[in-house]
């Protein structure tokens, strides 16, 4: 077993901090900005629901990197570069039929994320080119963006660019902080500059309104998505230098995570109340704070957007056969996807909805019910080859940010069921509205068919 475990043990590759800035990095940004608009429909509530979904988010991110450990452990050529870690985790649990969805989630998922981006990156670029009237359409907004991020999407594994990661955990920092001390100065403004902002009702601010079922499900959709990551966690753990580390990142991005997200949601939701929009930055006034944080924000966007969408890339490339190294079949392949985002973002422009729809289904899913039923049949399957780690019913409670030996417990049984059974129920009633809303005669026009109007 000594050799076993030494062989988990690469000679290089990320270390303790880097992955875990990449796993912060990855899911800090794009998330938070919709945080306060959800505790709209929650209340206070959301506090609690972003604490329950930070700490499950890190016990379920655990799990996973505990079965990718098991993968190892078993099967030696898990032990080099794989470019699917998270369908080959779903295939040894679930055989072809978990493979299969957890692919077509996977996707959906990271390319939906992608999607988010696209727009949302777009949405920066022209609030800031307007302060200063240089005014372009949306659309054409968008397809610049697209043009810009096909290059570093060209890179490899997480392992290529792990200075992406840091930058974007940085920038979004700073960004929630700026936006956390300037919303209150806004506020108690004499002049009132809330009310130049455009469809801001300012007769709202400060008022809150009663919590209700639509209200919940969209809170619970978008919370889901701001810790939307684990599609990424086999990625970046099998690009680790120690893989059986990869627990403690995990704890302490979420950690982390939580220390942004609260206060940004209470800070929105406490002092502009019903009046928040969508996109927080959006409920800023306008002025050089507003472009800082749009700034740093776009930093943040951009070096995270090749990230996420390695993922799936990486796994479409190894079914089409296109070579790890660099050649001209990866750039053509990743070059195609980034403009089939493109047109995806183009056909659907509205931030919150996408988020909602993918939050709700894929990231639920990913999140909530695979990794610990992947988790537990694993571990169940100990039994099936005497040359295996024996892993067997126990009550030894030992931290798993200790001890990375794996066993499960009759409480340990009991929340992985939990867990699933809240990301099932969560996850349909949220998909439910998100598609409602997209249903809804107050969505956005495709901007294709805006711009030729």
Known sequence: MVEVEDKL??????????????????????GVLALPMAMVGTGPAELAMLVFFAATSAFVGIKLGQCWVILEE???????????????????????????????????????????????????????????????????????????????????????????AIGALITTVVACVLVMVRLPMDVVDPDHCLKEIPDLNTTLIGEHSTPNFLGIARAFSTTMFAFAGAPNFPTIQSDMKDRRQFSICVSIAMGVLLCIYAPMAAVGYFELGDAVKGNIVDSMCNGNVKIAVECLLLAHLISAFPIVVNP????????????????WKRVVFRSFVIVGLLF?????????????????????????????????????????SSDWEQRKASIDDCSPLLNHKITISLKERLFCWFVITVGIVGGVCSTGVAVYSIADSNFKMPCYIETCR
Not at 80 to 109: H, M
Not at 118 to 140: H, M, P, R, T
Not at 351 to 371: A, C, E, Q, R
């Open 74 to 164: 078993r099967y030696p050529e898990y032990r080099g570069q794989v470019r699917d870690p998270y369908p080959s985790i779903a295939e040894k649990a679930a055989g072809k039929i978990g493979r299969f969805a957890a692919i077509t989630c996977i996707n959906l998922c990271l390319y939906g994320a992608g999607c988010v981006f696209i727009v949302l990156i777009a949405s920066f670029i022209k609030n800031i080119f307007d302060e200063y009237n240089l005014e372009l359409n949306f659309g054409i907004w968008m397809v610049i963006v697209a043009a810009v991020m096909i290059p570093p999407c060209w890179l490899g594994t997480p392992n290529d660019f792990w200075p992406l």
């Open 344 to 384: 995806i973002a183009e056909s659907l422009p509205d931030f919150g909805s996408i988020l909602d729809l993918v939050g709700g289904s894929t990231v639920t899913l990913l999140t909530f019910v695979f990794p610990p039923f992947f988790y537990m049949r694993l571990v169940d399957m100990s039994n099936q």
């Open 312 to 327: 799936p890339n990486q796994f479409i490339e190894g079914v089409l056969g296109i070579p790890k190294n660099f050649t």
């Open 9 to 30: 043990i690469k000679e290089d590759g990320l270390g303790l901090l880097t992955a875990t800035f990449f796993l912060a990095g990855t899911m800090a940004g794009s």
